[in-house]
T-cell receptor
Framework: AQKITQTQPGMFVQEKEAVTLDCTYDTSDQSYGLFWYKQPSSGEMIFLIYQGSYDEQNATEGRYSLNFQKARKSANLVISASQLGDSAMYFC????????????FGTGTSLTVIP | EAGVTQSPTHLIKTRGQQATLRCSPISGHTSVYWYQQALGLGLQFLLWYDEGEERNRGNFPPRFSGRQFPNYSSELNVNALELEDSALYLCASDSQGLGTWAYGYTFGSGTRLTVV
C-alpha cells in the first residue's frame, strides 16, 4: 500500500484565492510526522510546514496551513491568498518514528496560479 | 550558513558507464540521504548515511551504492547505467538526535543525470 497518496496531479487557482492540496497517508505507527515540500522548476525541494502526530492544533506557517484530520489520516495543505510564485510541484511526505529516518513522498500535485 | 551542495548540476552518461554524484551536507549535519526523482514521479528513497555508515537503503539494485566520508560529505555511485536511471538525484541532510523533525530535511538542488 502507498504510504502517501496525492490524488490531484494538477490544480489551478486564481491569484489571491485559497487552494487546498489533498494528502492522505497510511501508517500503523502512533508517532509520525507529516510534511509538505514545494519544488519549483529549478528542482530544489523547499520545506513548507510540519505536523506532528501528537500535535492537537493544525500547523500554520504564514500563508500555509495544514488541515490535519488524524482519524481520516489526511493532511491537506491550504495555501491562502495564492501568488504567482506559488506555481510549483507540491509534495506531501511522512516520516515514521519506527522505520528509520527516511521520508515517504507522494507523487506530487502541480499547482498553477493564474493571474 | 551554506546549504546542502550537490555536484555536478548536470551529468550526461552513456548506457553501461558509471556515474558519481557528490553531496556536501550543511555544517554540523551528520546524516545524508539520497533520493531519486524520475520524471513525473515522486521521490524514491535510495540511501541513508549517518556517521560514516549506511543505515538504510531503499528498494534499488546493488549497482546503486555510495559512501560517506569523515567530513560527512557523501558520494552516490551508479554502475552499469541504464536508460531508466535518468532522473533528478536529490541529496538531503539533517542532524540526528536534536529533535529536528519539525524542520524536515534540507535538500540540495540536485544532480540531473541523463543516460543516453
Amino acid at each position: 500500500a502507498q504510504k502517501i497518496t496525492q490524488t490531484q496531479p494538477g490544480m489551478f487557482v486564481q491569484e489571491k484565492e485559497a487552494v487546498t492540496l489533498d494528502c492522505t497517508y497510511d501508517t500503523s505507527d502512533q508517532s509520525y510526522g507529516l510534511f509538505w515540500y514545494k519544488q519549483p522548476s529549478s528542482g530544489e525541494m523547499i520545506f513548507l510546514i510540519y505536523q506532528g502526530s501528537y500535535d492537537e492544533q493544525n500547523a500554520t506557517e504564514g500563508r500555509y496551513s495544514l488541515n490535519f484530520q488524524k482519524a481520516r489520516k489526511s493532511a491537506n495543505l491550504v495555501i491562502s491568498a495564492s501568488q504567482l510564485g506559488d506555481s510549483a510541484m507540491y509534495f506531501c511526505a511522512m516520516r515514521e518514528d519506527n522505520t528509520g529516518n527516511q521520508f515517504y513522498f507522494g507523487t506530487g500535485t502541480s499547482l498553477t496560479v493564474i493571474p | 550558513e551554506a546549504g546542502v551542495t550537490q555536484s555536478p548540476t548536470h551529468l550526461i552518461k552513456t548506457r553501461g558507464q558509471q556515474a558519481t554524484l557528490r553531496c556536501s551536507p550543511i555544517s554540523g549535519h551528520t546524516s545524508v540521504y539520497w533520493y531519486q526523482q524520475a520524471l513525473g514521479l515522486g521521490l524514491q528513497f535510495l540511501l541513508w548515511y549517518d556517521e560514516g555508515e549506511e543505515r538504510n537503503r531503499g528498494n534499488f539494485p546493488p549497482r546503486f551504492s555510495g559512501r560517506q566520508f569523515p567530513n560527512y560529505s557523501s558520494e552516490l555511485n551508479v554502475n552499469a547505467l541504464e536508460l531508466e536511471d535518468s532522473a533528478l538525484y536529490l541529496c538531503a541532510s539533517d542532524s540526528q538526535g536534536l529533535g529536528t523533525w519539525a524542520y524536515g530535511y534540507t535538500f540540495g538542488s540536485g544532480t540531473r543525470l541523463t543516460v543516453v
